[in-house]
């Protein structure tokens, strides 16, 4: 069925940069949110950035994550985050999920039928 396995996650210093990719692949559908989340312990699953397959629009979580930008790749097959300017607090598991309607609730992740199993970003002071 439907898989998503994200890529890209390691150890970076502080003010580094790291580009995550999430390749979806099976049965999904065409015109697609896909989004961004993270997790650190303690704390619950919050939303990053997400993306409209159907006309490139972006969402992001809050301002402070300007430092961030999501895109699709010019086939739509894979889904990116650009980080930048790194901090520590940057640092948790970050999720790809996908769903065909969200009703505007991009970050809320009941709203996401699909996830991959994350990857791990641990940026050092």
């Known amino acids: 069925q439907v898989q998503l396995v994200e890529s890209g996650g390691g150890s970076v210093q502080a003010g580094g940069s790291l580009r995550l990719s999430c390749v979806a692949s099976g049965y999904i559908y065409m015109r697609r949110y896909m989004a961004w989340f993270r997790q650190s312990p303690g704390k619950e699953r919050e939303g990053v950035a997400a993306i409209y397959s159907g006309d490139g629009a972006t969402h992001y979580n809050d301002a402070e994550q300007a430092r961030f930008s999501i895109s699709l790749d010019d086939a739509q097959t894979t889904l990116y985050l650009d980080m930048n300017s790194l901090k520590p607090e940057d640092t948790a598991m970050y999720f790809c999920?996908?769903?065909?309607?969200?009703?505007?609730?991009?970050?809320?992740?009941?709203?996401?039928?699909?996830w991959g199993q994350g990857t791990q970003v641990t940026v050092s002071a």
């Open positions: 999920a996908a769903a065909q309607m969200v009703w505007g609730d991009y970050f809320t992740p009941s709203r996401y039928d699909y």
